[in-house]
Structures are given as structure tokens and as C-alpha cells.
């Protein structure tokens, strides 16, 4: 049995469709749902289908093992990151090498990087003319957004569309693929 968990920051509407996907699997259990943010909707949303949560803070995760432990004492062996806005320390990186990915809400290399999340990808996106964006599934390593590429999905994007309505097509490439590809990492 392999057991997932994920790192989010906000609303956590991956999450959810994550946990929801993997509800009857019969291999791959999600096991424990963290977050930075004690506001975090998407700790609701994992407590409505009695997913086990965490909040840590800047200094657990980055200045101690604490969060490396109750991973370990879990039995944690993937790790997922939806909406997770912090780099991942050393620490964490080492004990799941090539156990944590990411997604992204366009096509990289472009549009990635410090401080491009949100709706921030999506109008450098329009700014920049584009005619098509995407989500890119990513293992994740001490930089933002610099992993190993393993999955890319493309949308177009027409003249009229607005950030919003980019955002939109995005999330709806998320929610569809983001649990397959997770289950074909895990599972192969
Ligand atoms: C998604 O757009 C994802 O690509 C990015 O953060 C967003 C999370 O959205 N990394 P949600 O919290 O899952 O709704």
C-alpha cells in the first residue's frame, strides 16, 4: 500500500479531487493532508472525507525534522504538493528522493519560477500573447519549478480570453489530469 500526502497552501480544489479519486483505490491511500496555512480551505475540505490534516509552521519546516518525522511515522512514500507555495527543504528532499511532485499552472520553462503562482501565471500569460497555455506535472527538487518534467497538458487560448477565463480552462486540465498522472507515478 502506498501512501500519499499533500502540501497545499489554499483552497485545495486538487486536493479534493486527489482524495476523491484515490477514495477506493486499492493500492494508493491518502494518508495525511499539511498545510502552512491554518486557514487553508482545503483542510476542510480533506476533514469532510476524514483525511487526517496538519498546520506547521516556517520554522518546523525549514529549521527541524518534525515534519520529516510524522511523514516517516505515518508510513508516508509519496508526497504530493497542490497549491504549495514554499521550497521544499533539504531535509524532506533527501528522505523522498524522486517522491514529490508538483503541478504548475502553465507550460514550463515559461511562466515559472519565484513569485509566478495564481492568477500571476495566467495574465503573464496573456500578456505575453500566448496561444495556448497548459498544467505541467513536475518532480520537485530545491528550486521553483526546475524538476523533472513528466507530464504536460495544452488548452488553447483565444484573442478574447481574459486571465480569468485562462484560469478557468487551467484548472479544468488540473482537476482532470492531475489524479491520473499521480496514480501512473505512483503505480509504475
Ligand atoms: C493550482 O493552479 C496549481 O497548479 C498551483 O496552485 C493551484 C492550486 O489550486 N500549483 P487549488 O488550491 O488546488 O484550488
Known amino acids: 500500500m502506498h501512501a500519499s500526502q499533500f502540501f497545499i497552501s489554499g483552497s485545495g480544489s486538487n486536493a479534493e479531487r486527489i482524495i476523491t479519486h484515490f477514495q477506493k483505490h486499492e493500492s494508493i491511500k491518502v494518508a495525511l493532508l499539511l498545510s502552512n496555512n491554518s486557514e487553508a480551505y482545503g483542510l476542510q475540505r480533506a476533514a469532510q472525507y476524514n483525511i487526517a490534516t496538519l498546520v506547521f509552521n516556517k520554522a518546523q519546516f525549514r529549521e527541524s525534522d518534525e515534519v520529516v518525522e510524522v511523514l516517516k511515522a505515518a508510513g508516508i512514500t509519496h508526497i504530493v504538493l497542490a497549491g504549495f507555495l514554499w521550497l521544499i527543504p533539504q531535509n524532506l ?43 505541467t506535472i513536475h518532480e520537485v ?3 521553483y519549478d526546475e524538476g523533472k518534467i513528466l507530464s504536460q497538458q495544452k488548452c488553447s487560448i483565444e484573442k478574447s480570453d481574459t486571465p480569468e477565463d485562462i484560469a478557468r480552462k487551467v484548472q479544468q486540465l488540473e482537476h482532470r489530469y492531475y489524479p491520473l498522472v499521480i496514480e501512473k507515478w505512483i503505480t509504475s
Open 141 to 143: 527538487n530545491a528550486h
Open 93 to 135: 528532499l533527501s528522505t523522498f528522493p524522486g517522491r514529490i511532485i508538483n503541478i504548475h499552472p502553465a507550460l514550463l520553462p515559461k511562466f515559472g519560477g519565484k513569485g509566478m503562482y495564481g492568477m500571476r501565471v495566467h495574465e503573464a500569460v496573456k500578456q505575453a500573447g500566448e496561444t495556448e497555455t497548459g498544467i
